[in-house]
């Protein structure tokens, strides 16, 4: 073992350990006090509905789509892979910049952004089996709203989510990812992006996940899968059991710049860890996400680098967690990376 695993080793006296993200500063408790094997976490088995057993609003090709992507290539409507549609129940519509009003102590703003649905074609293919090549097309997908959603002047900060089954908040099983734009940065976001520039002003412009990636390909430990553009991490501060975070190797801020490499690895990643989480843990359900760069009046987040975090439903937000913010993990990332880096799927 190196210096750098040495550094991070569970004293034994203690039933956990907290740990802090060194990007949001959030804390964690990893209580392998309280451990569990791997195999412990495998979900009962899905009972997973079939198309056919309901009414599926996603089979259809809708007419105002805003985008279609085919299998090849190219918009053949017959032969339609992705496409993004504006959300039926929309939390948020388009229009005029919100103002932000003072009610007494509180402030409000109208409810102004975007919310729409990347929908994949197959009810019965979550992503974790589809191929890197239509993974990539929906990374593409989320890359081409960006750009045009970026072009809308009110607009801060541009989420993109995955729900996989209901405890996960899917209420429509057919796969598929959403969009939200707020006026707004929330604040998770809020607190990496400063994370992340409190680091880079103290490191002579240095990216704290730039650091995380070059610490972690040397300690291994951690690393559950890597190709030539990005990495697979169970992070240090895992805020709940099997966390993973996508890395692309590059340092970019901004997810709608990576070229096209960028998101044939990614998506090759991100299929992998997903297959391995369904394989390794009895398809649990899950949700990913991708955090980066804020978009809106232009403020330099060149020191932030944008990647994708997958959290398993393995535990629930109990008092502590909820009225804390600090989650406990029950197994180590160290054992979570070691377990799924050997699912074979
Ligand atoms: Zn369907
Ligand atoms: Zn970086």
């Known amino acids: 073992m190196n210096e750098d695993a040495e550094q991070t080793k569970h004293p034994s006296h203690a039933p956990s350990e907290l740990r802090q993200d060194p990007v949001s500063g959030e804390w964690v408790v990893i209580a392998t006090g309280r451990a569990k094997r791997p195999q412990d976490f495998a979900s009962a088995p899905q009972k997973r509905a079939t ?20 299998r090849d ?15 039926k129940y929309p939390a948020f519509v388009g229009g005029a910049c919100p103002v932000l009003r003072e009610v007494g102590p509180y402030r409000v703003t109208d409810g102004i952004g975007f919310h729409e649905v990347v929908i994949t074609r197959d009810h019965a293919r979550p992503l ?27 607009m801060r900060y541009i989420s993109v989510f995955h729900n996989h089954g209901p405890l996960a908040g899917a209420t429509i099983e057919h ?26 002003q ?56 990576a070229g096209a490499s960028e998101r044939r690895g990614v998506a ?50 109990a008092g502590f967690e909820i009225g804390t913010g600090i989650e406990i993990s029950t197994i180590s990332p160290e054992e979570a990376a070691a377990f799924l880096k050997n699912v074979i799927v």
């Not at 198309?51 to 085919?70: G, I, K, M, R």
């Not at 796969?175 to 880079?200: E, K, L, M, N």
């Not at 490191?203 to 291994?220: D, F, I, K, P, Q």
């Not at 553009?229 to 901004?254: G, I, N, Q, W």
């Open 128 to 154: 974790g089996v589809q191929t890197s090549t239509e993974a990539e097309l929906v990374l593409r997908a989320y890359q081409d709203r960006f750009r045009a959603i970026k072009a809308d002047s009110c």
């Open 51 to 70: 198309p056919s057993a309901y009414p599926c609003p996603f089979e259809v090709l809708f007419p105002n789509a805003h985008s279609v992507y085919a």
């Open 202 to 257: 103290t490191h002579g412009g240095a990216c704290v996940h730039c650091a995380v990636l070059r610490h972690e390909l040397r300690a291994g430990e951690r690393v559950v899968y890597e190709n030539n553009d990005a990495v697979v991490l169970a992070p240090f501060a895992s805020k709940t059991a099997f966390e993973l975070r996508v890395m692309p190797r590059t340092h970019c801020a901004y997810f709608e710049e």
């Open 175 to 200: 796969p598929h990812s959403q969009i939200i734009a707020t006026p707004v940065i929330p604040p998770d976001i809020g607190r990496s992006i400063a994370g992340s520039h409190a680091y880079a």
């Open 73 to 87: 290539g190219g918009t053949n409507a017959d032969e339609w892979l992705v496409q993004v549609v504006p959300n």
């Open 268 to 317: 090759e990643a991100l299929t992998v860890s997903l297959a391995r989480i369904a394989k390794g843990l009895g398809d649990p359900d899950y949700n990913f996400f991708l955090h980066t760069a804020p978009v809106g009046p232009p403020e330099s987040f060149s020191h932030y680098h944008w990647h994708i975090e997958i959290i398993p439903k393995t535990a629930v937000w």
